[in-house]
């Protein structure tokens, strides 16, 4: 080995030992792919069948997670069996709106990567026209960039939940009456109305949102809406921490209710008193969102289970 390439590999090593590197060397790639469905879904606790329009086959769809200075290396496929064009807006995406999030036709399939920049929550939809319907019937969901470290100023929380709220129409609202915001019957959280409140809804499935208490929840709040903010406040809690965009740099303390607008996300976190078992219930506090399927029992109780609100449990189905 020759002295000049000696002293470029031990610059090298000098480098990554400072850090230098570090971020290139950690940052991955993560491949995700989506499949545009025109399926029936199941949309209520009764079991009520609604003709949607969604990623995968769910609504919402699968949460993307990935970590600051990822690149995400992306493709949508729309199968020849669908009547319409579908695309994928990724909000943490950087991109050109006429080439990576142009519409893709039945029978095609679009591939495009981009790099998550900043970390936050962010909303992800079909932008395909009419946007107003493609969201409207399910096509939505949540990509989650985590920062590189955590931090006392952004901690790992103890448990996370991933709450989407959304409007319900009867099928077959035009796109006059959708833009009007005429007509709409339920407030859905991950695709159903009182998803996770036996309380409001006996025929809930049973799922709940579980910690112990003196825990750190953090909940993903996502607005999906068309056409509605949201006033997301936990009943019998405060939010410790609002999290503006998810972002680690846009905190809030000590909030009662955290306003989101359409096509927007927070990070939320509660932390119930340690010394004793309680229960909140996070709703929208807008009344007519609230009362039409907005709420969603949390149960801070020393025997939750063990994996709730981790890993693949983030968002129960
Ligand atoms: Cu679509």
Known sequence: MNM???NVLSCAAVAMIAGIFAPEANANTVKVTMTAMENEVVINNNGD???????????PGKVVRVTEGDEVDFTLINPASNKNAHSMDFH???????????????????????????????????????????IARGMYGLIIVDPKKFTKDFPKADREYVLIQSQLFPAGTSVADLL??????????????FNYDPVHDPKASGTILHAKPGERVRIFYVNANINMPIAAHP??????????????????????TYGLPVA????????????????NAIVDHTMSAALRGAITVLINSDDAPADAGKGDNILPR
Not at 180 to 193: D, M
Not at 235 to 256: E, H, T
Not at 264 to 279: E, G, H, Q
Request: hydrophobic share 45%.
């Open 4 to 6: 000049m390439k000696t």
């Open 49 to 59: 069948k609604y003709p949607a329009w969604t990623f995968d086959g769910a609504i």
């Open 92 to 134: 943490a995406a950087e991109v050109h709106v006429l080439e990576e999030f142009a519409p893709v036709k039945p029978g095609e399939s679009k591939h495009f990567v981009f790099k998550a920049k900043r970390a936050g929550a962010y909303m992800y939809h079909c932008g395909a026209s009419a946007m107003v319907e493609h």
């Open 180 to 193: 009007e915001n005429k007509g709409w019957t339920n407030a859905l959280i991950n695709g159903k109305p």
């Open 235 to 256: 009943i019998a809690g405060i939010w410790d921490r609002v999290y503006a965009n998810g972002s680690p740099k846009n905190v809030l303390y000590d909030m009662q």
């Open 264 to 279: 927007s996300a927070a990070a939320m976190d509660i932390v119930s008193p340690a010394d004793k078992a309680t229960a």
